[in-house]
C-alpha cells in the first residue's frame, strides 16, 4: 500500500534553515506529482509546494517563494523540501502528499518548530 514517511523536522532558530524528506513506497513514484502541505497549531493545512513527475516544474505559496526549494529523487523514491530562512510563521507540522488512483495520500508529518 502507499506509504509516506516524512523526516528531518525539529527546533530551529529564526533564520535558520532545515531539509524534509519524505520517503515513499508503495506505488510508481516517478510517475506522480508530490506535494508538501502544512498545518499550524489552530490553522487549516496549506499546500507549500508542488512538484511535477522529472521535477521539470515546481510550484510554491506565495508566503514561502524564494525560501523553500522542493526536489525529487525517483532513483530513491524521495522528495524534500529545502527550507531557508526560517521564522516563527513556519512553524507548522509538514505532510507529504500524493494523489494516486482518485485517491489522496498523506504523511503522518514532521513537526517544525522555529523559535528562539
Known amino acids: 500500500q502507499v506509504q509516506l514517511v516524512e523526516s528531518g523536522g525539529g527546533l530551529v532558530q529564526p533564520g535558520g534553515s532545515l531539509k524534509l524528506s519524505c520517503a515513499a513506497s508503495g506505488f510508481t513514484f516517478s510517475r506522480y506529482p508530490m506535494s508538501w502541505y502544512r498545518q499550524a497549531p489552530g490553522k487549516e493545512r496549506e499546500l507549500v509546494a508542488t512538484?511535477?513527475?522529472?521535477?521539470?516544474?515546481?510550484n510554491y505559496a506565495d508566503s514561502v517563494k524564494g525560501r523553500f526549494t522542493i526536489s525529487r529523487d525517483n532513483a530513491k523514491n524521495t522528495v524534500y523540501l529545502q527550507m531557508y530562512s526560517l521564522n516563527p510563521e513556519d512553524t507548522a507540522v509538514y505532510y507529504c502528499y500524493v494523489f494516486r488512483a482518485q485517491l489522496g495520500y498523506w504523511g503522518k508529518g514532521t513537526l517544525v518548530t522555529v523559535s528562539s
Open positions: 512538484i511535477t513527475t522529472a521535477g521539470a516544474s515546481t
